[in-house]
Antibody
Framework: EVQLVESGGGLVQPGGSLRLSCAAS????????MSWVRQAPGKGLEWVAN????????YYVDSVKGRFTISRDNAKNSLYLQMNSLRAEDTAVYYC?????????????WGKGTTVTVSS | EIVLTQSPGTLSLSPGERATLSCRAS???????LAWYQQKPGQAPRLLIY???SRATGIPDRFSGSGSGTDFTLTISRLEPEDFAVYYC??????????FGQGTKVEIK
């Protein structure tokens, strides 16, 4: 079964750090771009970052540039999001998703999400 | 940056009725880059439509997508109880790489 499972969320104070993980199974992880997408409470979806199959290209939404770092370990079938200098507005459910970027572009596999709360 | 605007914000309909959801882009979008997702409370989004009009695996044929350029539509021909949810359109661009519309909630009237 194709599956993504996020972990690492929790409560953190403003200015703090957190590292999210996403474990992939059921598919060849190293063949896919991967993304992090977040959803603030009661709000819509916002793409956060993505990373190429070999980690050589990474892209971020402007609001997290310089604070968040996406990475992957293909040997461990895992995706990561290192979040530093966290702000209240980073509070959200964070999903990892598989990007399909060949002729058609979409995200076809999603994890259930992990919740990050930034509060004092 | 391409902005996707979905309308209406909320659609109140009864089971069995037809739902028509709109997604308008601020600039022309390649149909290959336009997708639709369904999200139910407490769940992750689920891919419904890709390439503006192709149904994802396992999606019932009551769901259909159409459109091109700046105007795209998701149609649910006959609403089933499980279709009441929030629907998002999404496009792939350059910076940011992915953008979503703000969502349309389809609620039971």
């Amino acid at each position: 079964e194709v599956q993504l499972v996020e972990s690492g969320g929790g409560l953190v104070q403003p200015g703090g750090s957190l590292r999210l993980s996403c474990a992939a199974s059921g598919f060849t992880f190293s063949s896919y771009w991967m993304s992090w997408v977040r959803q603030a409470p009661g709000k819509g979806l916002e793409w956060v970052a993505n990373i190429k199959q070999d980690g050589s290209e990474k892209y971020y939404v402007d609001s997290v540039k310089g604070r968040f770092t996406i990475s992957r370990d293909n040997a461990k079938n895992s995706l990561y999001l290192q979040m530093n200098s966290l702000r209240a507005e980073d509070t959200a459910v964070y999903y990892c998703a598989r990007d399909s970027v060949y002729y058609y572009y979409y995200m076809d596999v999603w994890g259930k999400g992990t919740t990050v709360t930034v509060s004092s | 940056e391409i902005v996707l605007t979905q309308s209406p914000g909320t659609l109140s309909l009864s089971p069995g009725e037809r739902a028509t959801l709109s997604c308008r882009a601020s600039q022309s979008v390649s149909s290959s880059y336009l997708a639709w997702y369904q999200q139910k409370p407490g769940q992750a989004p689920r891919l419904l439509i890709y390439g503006a009009s192709s149904r994802a695996t396992g999606i019932p044929d009551r769901f259909s997508g159409s459109g091109s350029g700046t105007d795209f539509t998701l149609t649910i021909s006959r609403l089933e109880p499980e279709d009441f949810a929030v629907y998002y359109c999404q496009q792939y661009g350059s910076s940011p790489q992915w953008t979503f519309g703000q969502g349309t909630k389809v609620e039971i009237k």
